[in-house]
């Protein structure tokens, strides 16, 4: 299966933004492993607006174009239900288009396997 992989990552505090990449990569690695096909936003452009060029934004709303495109290409969205993903706008956002397009949305605890939205 093809996963988009969300979870909230805009925050003031960069050791919040890393703890938020780190989270996601692990579960991101665990669905890998489990022969899934994954993209994750954060953990793909994490590493890119850390260590690439100045212009490149934390803020969802410049991701959002590759977002939407990467969600086409999935079967389903995959929620990661970290703390602040209920008030995440880029996660709202994910939702509502994948949802716009057809795509089935799961609910993924930290832990645990994911269930429906």
């Known amino acids: 299966m093809r996963i988009y992989l969300a979870c909230p990552?805009?925050?003031d505090k960069a050791v919040i933004r890393k703890l938020r990449f780190v989270t996601v990569?692990?579960?991101a690695a665990s669905l890998v492993a489990q022969g899934h096909q994954v993209f994750s936003p954060i953990t793909h452009s994490?590493?890119?607006v850390e260590h690439g060029k100045e212009d490149l934004s934390h803020d969802f709303g410049y991701w959002v174009p590759m977002n939407h495109?990467?969600?086409d290409?999935?079967?389903a969205v995959y929620v990661l239900m970290m703390p602040g993903w209920d008030c995440s706008a880029g996660v709202k956002d994910e939702i509502e288009y994948a949802r716009r397009?057809?795509?089935k949305v799961?609910?993924?605890p930290t832990t645990g396997k994911a269930v429906e939205m």
């Open 9 to 11: 990552y805009t925050h």
């Open 25 to 27: 990569t692990r579960i």
């Open 46 to 48: 994490h590493p890119m």
């Open 69 to 71: 495109g990467m969600i």
């Open 73 to 75: 290409w999935s079967n």
């Open 101 to 103: 397009t057809g795509k």
């Open 106 to 108: 799961r609910g993924i």
